[in-house]
């Protein structure tokens, strides 16, 4: 009599046929391959040098930015000046001969790395793929997307609310009045790279919630346990950056709070699951 294989447990012959050695060639290939698609995009970033530095690097610090436009007309209707954010545009200064030159090179690299991230994600999502069973390849599938989608809200967000404010808080601190700042051009990049590709990555709490739920390192009753610290650092950090007024500290906490409640939600489901499959 035939014997029965169960289909969604079984791997793709490619896995069973493919040897260490070749293994690590398929992930050179794979990386090769991402790195040329970072290559060609830092390059095409490096060409448009004007349309960047102008409309995205040093745009935040003007008043005529988006963001700090809406929270200004905002203040206004709500008679507090409080929000009206970067409406004096500061100086940055290079004390670098080759500051200007090296920036140029890393805006680059980093603008190619982020746009490229989704199709690194893809090139990693087709190494994993032949090692992996046809669940395993669904659930992993959606976390690649998820991953992909997770960063680029989070750069977004970074970028559009947290580097504004960011931006006005330090330029506007004061430890006397008989200083003035000065602000160097790296460390100015050095704050919009870093805010950006940071929130960028906290906005991948949820997926990492979900592996650690998966492997039951991380439980819904330890998340919820957790909760009101949770809520307590968001608001205590959103304090930090954004002017001394409730609505902008709720502006930057609401979204951080989101993506725990999000991540709680992730880790009972997860649970429930495990508990069906044991």
């Avoid at 436009?69 to 001969?97: H, V």
């Avoid at 006005?168 to 000065?182: A, E, G, H, M, R």
């Avoid at 790296?186 to 998966?214: A, D, H, N, R």
């Avoid at 346990?225 to 609505?247: C, E, H, L, M, Y």
Wanted: aromatic share 12%.
């Amino acid at each position: 009599m035939p014997e029965t294989v169960n289909v969604s447990n079984k791997r793709p012959d490619k896995e069973k046929e493919m040897t260490f050695v070749e293994h690590l060639d398929d992930l050179r290939g794979h990386i090769i391959r991402s790195l040329i698609a970072v290559f060609i995009l830092a390059i095409v970033a490096f060409l448009f040098k004007d349309f960047i530095f102008n409309n995205i690097i040093l745009h935040p610090k003007d008043p005529d930015f988006i963001t700090n436009k809406l929270l200004c007309a905002f203040s206004k209707k709500i008679n507090s000046e409080a929000l009206c954010i970067n409406q004096t545009p500061f100086t940055i200064i290079n004390i670098d001969m080759a500051g200007q030159f090296k920036a140029h090179i890393l805006v680059s690299f980093i603008i190619g790395i982020m746009v490229a991230f989704p199709y690194i994600m893809w090139q990693l999502w087709h190494f994993l793929k032949p090692a992996l069973r046809i669940r395993e390849k669904i659930s992993i599938r959606g976390t690649m997307l998820a991953i992909s989608l997770l960063f680029a809200i989070g750069v977004l967000f970074g970028y559009f609310m947290i580097v504004p404010l960011t931006l006005n808080f330090l330029n506007t601190y004061q430890v006397s009045s008989q200083i003035t700042n000065q602000i160097n051009f790296q460390s100015y990049l050095s704050v919009i790279i870093t805010l950006s590709f940071s929130t960028g990555l906290v906005f991948e709490l949820p997926v990492l919630i979900y592996f650690l739920s998966k492997i039951g390192i991380v439980t819904p009753y330890f998340l919820k346990k957790q909760r009101k610290k949770a809520i307590v650092f968001s608001f205590i950090a959103a304090g930090i950056i954004t002017p001394p007024d409730a609505f902008s500290q709720v502006l930057v906490a609401l979204p951080l709070i989101g993506l725990y409640e999000v991540s709680i939600w992730i880790s009972s489901y997860v649970s429930k699951r495990r508990v069906i499959e044991l």
